[in-house]
Structures are given as C-alpha cells and as structure tokens.
C-alpha cells in the first residue's frame, strides 16, 4: 500500500464517514509497510490529535470535564456541594 492510497483511505474514513477506528487501522497498514516514510507517520500523527481535539470538544458540549482539568473532588457529595465548591 503506497502513502497516498493509506492516506486517502485514512482520510475518508476519519473525515467523510467519521469513523477513527477504521481509520487508524488503515494508516497502521500503511505504516506497517511503509515503515521509514515520514510524510505517512506526520499523517498519523495529525489524524491522531484531530480525533484528540474532536473528543474535548465533544466533552465540551455536553458539559464534561476534559482529562487534565480540576474537577471538584466533592463533585457527587450533594449535601456538601454548596460548601466544597463554590461555583456550583
């Protein structure tokens, strides 16, 4: 499998029917055969982090915490919410 065809193939998995799994196998194949080619390991890698980015913004929408942020470690404490954290 040559580094445009993984590519494209990725592309339209991840991008058009939105399915990162898929997606991440066709460009490890490619990888896999591919091995030293740069341009298709930076493909990767943006593909990677694109799915990152989707993800917090999902978690973003539906009111969640994002991995790394402070959540109030009383959060289901209801009783003491109102004194353990302030801004709720």
């Not at 080619?37 to 009111?63: Q, S």
Request: glycine fraction near 6%; charge should be positive; hydrophobic fraction near 40%.
């Amino acid at each position: 499998m040559a580094f445009p065809t993984c590519a494209c193939a990725c592309c339209r998995e991840f991008e058009r029917n939105a399915n990162v799994a898929a997606a991440r196998a066709l460009m490890q194949q490619g990888l896999r055969h591919c091995r030293k080619d740069e341009g298709l390991w930076g493909e990767y890698l943006r593909m990677e982090l694109l799915y990152v980015a989707r993800l917090r913004a999902r978690r973003e929408v539906l009111g969640l915490p994002n991995p790394g942020e402070q959540a109030c470690p009383m959060e289901k404490a209801t009783w003491v919410r109102d004194w353990a954290c302030p801004t709720h």
